[in-house]
């Protein structure tokens, strides 16, 4: 690895000791040697004023190889981060139905999560709202969410299928930290809740794409240049879908539990309509944009033996109804089924099984000329989730693969993490991509493996 | 040879406890009588209820760390079913987080915890219930209780205060003690004080309730220490602001208090 950005290094470096020194003046000065007789925190204080929490963070990351394809391809991850979170309740805001006491319901929630941060790799700093939202039930059976907010449902670790909220694919490929796999989309969310019927409706009135791997921070292949491209000649700029009411996205999830063979099995139906969360379309100008998309599907989670099961089923249904303009993505059938047991104490195995299927294909590979770039009719995919806590759970080493065989690739991500105290933490880990050919979904990374480390202290 | 030796010392011994002890016809004789109302008393009391908690976690190195959160309980029968709601509120990076657990005594647990950061609902496998709990030196059995079934209980001796009752597991391979011995309050039922013994019939683990007090009419433990032995750790939990019979629903214990935890029961009555 050449230093090319050692100025970034070396800032990165500088505010992890300083971090570091202040961790460690506060545990020198803040900690008590017991509860105090105010640490329970009093109510009546917390809610006149805010509490702030959030955390301080320096993380680091390094390409394990070159990658020709990048002009400065050092760092994966150079950056100091600072969240802020604050929420505070105002009781009886919503006072309704016979319940009129202010103290039971009705209360209105507002929460907020502002992450400041100056980034090395890609240059700058900048603010990053990672939540603000007003939760508050409309009735005693509603429960509503507006605003920014991360949105997740589905069954799948790390696999989605009917989950089609948007997903930072950046940050999970540099090694930030997991929560911010999830990118979060101006919404409202409204549930409701019967007695053997659940509901959930979100409505994006602006569609919000995944922050894709666009050829900044990791090069990307693409079929049309036959070769890995990058930023800034080969950065994706799709076009956006214009902003009105039927571009938004609608996506419902009907769920229930019900007992199965004598297991308490939770079952969920799923719509979806609004459009391919990457560009993966190309429209008569050259140019990548997002089509449009509808998707039904259905999941079943149980315990099995003495594990949980779970299979998860979707049908992406886009616009290329015959399935004979490569331009388009193909339609799909997409199915999971996964188990994870706890195999001795403390060490907890995963795996699924997943597979894509292209249901237009003989349609497709009549009219894409015979690209050596098509996608295989069945894509499949294995993933192995391995978790080991030891040391009082201080010491957490996780193992997370996805392995094709269709597509001979794969991604590791091992990680390990061990947190000092309740104030600091420490995480080291690597993205490692590979593959038998350039152009799959993994093998296209091979360059972008790395190894990462993060040095977090929360307060 | 030895165990004839052995036999009449045992029965001297025992003799000799019965004697110094104030055997009252009230007693109860039967230990596992004895231990069905200790664990309605311990983990049983009223319908429902509602509970504050912190835990101090100190290491061999005198290093801490802390935990607080809110526990909702309900009991779907007594001694039987119950649901337990647990939202985190300390320390800062578990802060929101949310454990929803369905106890089913003689099978597996049902289990999901809630990730705010990524509004992840995840279902979590029934692991071995003999591990730490939080991070702390409680094992997860320790706060949901231990099905009475899963041992042999005998009673030991019957002390001016206590029950003495000697705990064998039933399925040897189930648990990491060969056995425990736990005092058990004759007035409260309060098993007071818990010994674990390992294989060689050393003492590793104990724990103790420091103070206990009557809320509502059910004698409430309000601080308790369990003490590892073996690494020098211990972790000291403090109860407060309980409360009884709020009449909560089944309903509460769903999906929808792990998205939206239910301030109705979660805040201190006033």
């Known amino acids: 690895m050449v230093v090319k950005n050692a100025s970034a290094l070396l800032r990165v470096l500088f505010s992890s000791a300083i971090l570091l020194a202040s961790a460690n003046l506060y545990s020198a000065t803040g900690d008590d040697d017991s509860w105090g007789d105010d640490a329970w925190g009093d109510e009546a204080e917390t809610e006149q004023g805010l509490q702030f929490h959030g955390f301080i963070e320096s993380a680091v990351g390094g390409r394990l190889s070159n990658d020709s394809a990048l002009q400065d391809d050092d760092f994966t991850l150079g950056e100091l981060r600072a969240r802020i979170e604050t929420e505070r309740f105002i009781d009886g805001a919503f006072s309704h139905g016979a319940s009129s006491d202010n103290s039971k319901g009705g209360a209105l929630r507002l929460s907020a999560k502002l992450d400041l941060y100056a980034d090395g790799v890609e240059g700058g700093g900048d603010l990053y709202l990672r939540e603000a939202i007003a939760d508050f039930s409309s009735s005693d059976d509603v429960d509503v969410r507006v605003g920014h907010q991360i949105l997740t449902w589905g069954t799948g670790d790390l696999v989605f299928l009917n989950d089609l909220f948007a997903k930072d694919w950046q940050s999970f490929f540099s090694g930030r930290d997991d929560e911010y796999l999830k990118a979060p989309s101006t919404s409202l969310k409204t549930s409701f809740y019967g007695d053997d019927v659940n509901i959930d409706f979100v409505w994006t009135p602006v569609f919000s794409h995944d922050n894709f791997i666009s050829g900044e921070r990791f090069s990307y292949f693409s079929p049309m240049a036959n070769s890995q491209q990058a930023a800034p000649s080969g950065k994706v700029i799709p076009v956006e879908p214009s902003k009105t009411f039927s571009n938004g996205e609608f996506a419902a999830r009907v769920h229930g539990s019900a007992q199965l063979l004598g297991s308490n099995a939770e079952w969920a139906l799923y719509g979806y309509r609004g459009f391919w969360k990457q560009p993966n379309a190309v429209n008569s100008r050259n140019q990548p944009f997002y089509s449009p998309l509808t998707s039904l599907g259905a999941s079943l989670r149980t315990n099995v033996a003495s594990g949980i099961g779970h299979t998860e089923l979707a049908w992406y249904n886009g616009d290329d109804d015959q399935g004979s303009n490569p331009m388009l993505p193909n339609n799909q059938l997409r199915f999971l089924v996964g188990y994870e047991q706890e195999l001795l104490p403390k060490l907890t195995l995963g795996v699924q099984y997943y597979f894509e299927h292209q249901l237009d294909y003989d349609a497709l590979t009549k009219s894409d000329g015979g690209s050596i770039y098509r996608v295989d009719e069945h894509r499949e995919l294995w993933t192995m989730r391995m978790t080991y806590s030891a040391l009082q759970d201080n010491l957490i080493m996780s193992w997370f693969s996805f392995y094709s065989p269709t597509d001979q690739d794969y991604y590791h991500r091992p990680s390990v993490k061990y947190r000092f105290n309740d104030e600091l933490n420490l995480t080291v880990g690597g993205n490692i991509f590979g593959g038998e050919q350039a152009h799959t979904f993994f093998g296209q990374f091979d360059d972008a493996s790395n190894v990462y480390a993060r040095l977090r202290w929360s307060y | ?270």
């Open chain 2, 1 to 270: 040879m030895f165990k004839l030796i052995v036999k009449p010392a045992l029965v001297v011994l025992l003799a000799a406890s019965t004697f110094s002890s104030t055997l009252l016809a009230s007693d109860l004789t039967d230990a596992n009588e004895i231990v069905a109302n200790a664990n309605l008393t311990s983990y049983y009391a009223a319908n429902d209820g509602r509970s504050e908690a912190r835990m101090l976690i100190k290491d061999a190195q005198g290093r801490e760390q802390k935990r607080q959160f809110t526990i909702l309980r309900r009991d779907r029968s007594d001694g039987g079913e119950q649901d337990f709601l647990v939202v985190f509120s300390r320390p800062a990076d578990v802060r929101n987080t949310v454990f929803l657990v369905a106890k089913k005594p003689g099978s597996d647990d049902d289990r999901w915890l809630y990730l705010p950061g990524l509004d992840l609902v995840k279902r979590i496998s029934a692991g071995d219930k003999r591990t730490s709990f939080v991070g702390s030196h409680y094992f997860y059995e320790d706060v949901s209780g231990r099905g009475i079934a899963e041992d042999h209980h005998q009673l030991k001796e019957t002390t001016d205060q206590y029950y003495v009752v000697e705990n064998q597991p039933v399925d040897p391979k189930s648990a990491e003690f060969s056995r425990y011995t736990a005092w058990i309050n004759k007035n409260t039922f309060l098993p007071e004080k818990i010994e674990y013994f390992d294989e060689g019939g050393e003492l590793y683990r104990r724990v103790e309730v420091l103070a206990s007090e009557l809320v509502q009419g059910h004698e409430t433990v309000t601080k308790s220490r369990v003490s590892d032995l073996r690494s020098g750790g211990q972790t000291t939990l403090e109860f407060r602001f309980q409360a009884y019979d709020l009449g909560m629903e089944q309903a509460v214990f769903s999906e929808r208090s792990l998205r939206k935890p239910p301030r109705e029961w979660l805040r201190r009555s006033k």
